[in-house]
């Protein structure tokens, strides 16, 4: 799935590709926005489950994240700790990571981060715009050349973050298709950036 630098996504159309592609929409989206860049190694700072590499799957990736989840996708490194905590563990060289990033994933809990069980203790672990934050620096400091934020309708904004030091590449605004009759329509974003310094 090729996409051009703003695009719409329906996630009806993916259903409509079957497989994974189908089960896990958000991972064809982050396939069609990684697959081209040909990343050996992705580092996520908020990973989860894993649910982003269910289509494709770096040959290397790396996982951070407050806690240790059932992962969907096994990361080759995970690192149990909040992002701040990453960052500093890691440059004051109190861990190494196994491959550097060529990219660096961000998921940060916009708008409903409250209600992220992991997350119910914002002030310990860190608010979404801290969580970005931190990010982008791993991202700099571990010399990845992308950075890849996914975000919520419900976040602080409605047009992609603009960090400084990094060029937007492209936009996706992904339409799920709820199943929820009072739901309302939601979307979220996809913004690709690459290092610009």
């Avoid at 159309?13 to 994974?20: H, P, S, T, V």
């Avoid at 894993?50 to 240790?68: N, S, T």
């Avoid at 960052?87 to 060289?93: Q, S």
């Amino acid at each position: 799935m090729a996409l051009p630098d703003r695009v719409v996504v329906d996630q009806r159309d993916i259903q409509k590709l079957g497989g994974r592609r189908a089960k896990y929409p958000t991972a064809a989206v982050v396939d069609a926005l990684l697959r081209p860049l040909r990343p050996r190694c992705v580092l996520e700072t908020t990973y989860g489950e894993g649910r982003f590499y269910a289509v494709f799957r770096p040959p290397y990736l790396i996982g951070v994240d407050v806690e240790r989840r059932e992962w969907l996708v096994r990361p080759d490194e995970f690192y149990e700790m909040p992002v701040w905590a990453f960052f500093h563990a890691l440059r004051e060289g109190r861990l190494a990571l196994g491959r550097g990033p060529e990219v660096v994933v961000c998921d940060p809990p916009w708008g409903f981060w409250q209600r992220r069980l992991h997350y119910w203790r914002a002030s310990a672990y860190g608010s979404p715009r801290l969580i970005l934050e931190y990010s982008l620096r791993v991202a700099e400091l571990a010399g990845a050349r992308f950075f890849l934020l996914h975000w919520g309708e419900e976040g602080a904004w409605k047009k992609p973050p603009a960090p400084a030091g990094w060029r937007l590449e492209r936009v996706v605004e992904f339409r799920p298709f709820t199943r929820y009759l009072n739901a309302g329509e939601t979307r979220t974003f996809f913004a690709l950036y690459s290092l610009s310094k």
